[in-house]
């Protein structure tokens, strides 16, 4: 959709307030409270509605991450719609810029856009490619010392997987949908209890090399290549199937440049909503720009997030 086009359809907060109405009660209005459906009337004055079935009030933002807001539901709007149409993300600063608000008020909004695009996991079947990835920049090379004096060696730069970096695990449907998940080492431990019903029991599973994935051929159909021998693709000879992990490294790649390119660090606490953020990117990416927002708008409910909660110190 346009820029063009998205400012017809909301040319002013009354048509936002209806367009999200209609995205999130296609069958009419239902109240927050009691659950009563088409049974409320509008309040033009207050633009609350009103009940019928428990009397209570309520509006479209109530018990979703837009709750209780001081923004205009035409920011909202545009906000979603500058999120869902870009390739890779907005961050806080640009969108602070470009909808004229500070730059908490955009961070916070971005983060309550970001909790409305997490779905539920798919499950995956026929060939599902896993692979792990880290989320951020690698580390700078530590400097070596200036002085012809000084002979203190550096501290070493951190090699494989010494880096603390945060780890996701990916697991990706060939031609199909993709799910991803912050897991604490990569550990078989840990990649279990990730993949713990995300997969089709009968589903055949492509992996690297990596000892941790030796595991899921207990359960279930398992092929890997091995990167460290440099081999990159290959025919198994039992299956006749292409061995690869092409799609998974794919869609690291695609979150990789989302994080170093556009938002350039991210922390743990909130890397799963950065994740969520990517997953809803690439499967929907066929969908139109209005049904992918019509969507974000739907999976809002029951959601709720505060400022006080992202800005707490994490656990």
Not at 190 to 218: C, E, N, R, S
Not at 287 to 315: H, I, P
Request: glycine share 6%.
């Amino acid at each position: 959709m346009s820029l063009r086009a998205f400012n017809d359809l909301f040319p002013d907060e009354d048509a936002a307030r209806a367009w999200f109405e209609r995205a999130r009660w296609p069958n009419g209005p239902e109240c927050y409270h009691c659950r009563v459906a088409g049974n409320a009337a509008f309040m033009p004055k207050t633009k609350f509605w009103h009940c019928k079935a428990c009397k209570k009030q309520f509006s479209v933002t109530a018990g979703t991450p837009m709750g209780r807001t001081h923004l205009p539901l035409l920011t909202w709007a545009h906000a979603i719609y500058l999120i869902v149409a870009s390739s890779k993300g907005i961050s806080a600063a640009k969108l602070s810029e470009m909808l004229d608000v500070q730059y908490a008020t955009a961070w916070h909004l971005g983060h309550r856009i970001r909790a409305m695009m997490a779905e539920a996991n798919p499950i995956l079947a026929g060939v599902v490619e896993i692979d792990e990835m880290y989320a951020g920049a690698p580390p700078r090379k530590r400097a070596k010392p200036s002085r012809d004096h000084d002979d203190t060696d550096p501290p070493a730069n951190p090699q494989g997987r010494g880096t603390k970096r945060p780890l996701v695990l990916v697991a990706v449907q060939r031609d199909g949908d993709v799910v991803a998940k912050v897991i604490p080492t990569h550990s078989k431990a840990a990649i279990a209890d990730a993949l713990d019903g995300v997969l089709d029991p009968v589903a055949t599973v492509m992996t690297d090399g990596l000892p941790a994935y030796k595991h899921i051929g207990k359960t279930q159909p398992h092929l890997a290549v091995n990167h460290s021998g440099r081999e990159y693709a290959r025919t198994d000879a039992a299956t006749r199937q292409r061995v690869h992990v092409n799609r998974v490294e794919s869609f690291n790649g695609f979150m990789r440049r989302a994080i170093i390119g556009v938002f350039h660090n991210v922390s743990v606490k909130h890397l799963g909503r950065y994740t969520g953020e990517a997953t809803f990117r690439w499967n929907r990416k066929a969908d139109a720009c209005l049904t992918r927002m019509a969507r974000l708008v739907a999976n809002g409910e029951g959601r709720m997030l505060s400022y006080s909660f992202l800005t707490a110190k994490a656990a």
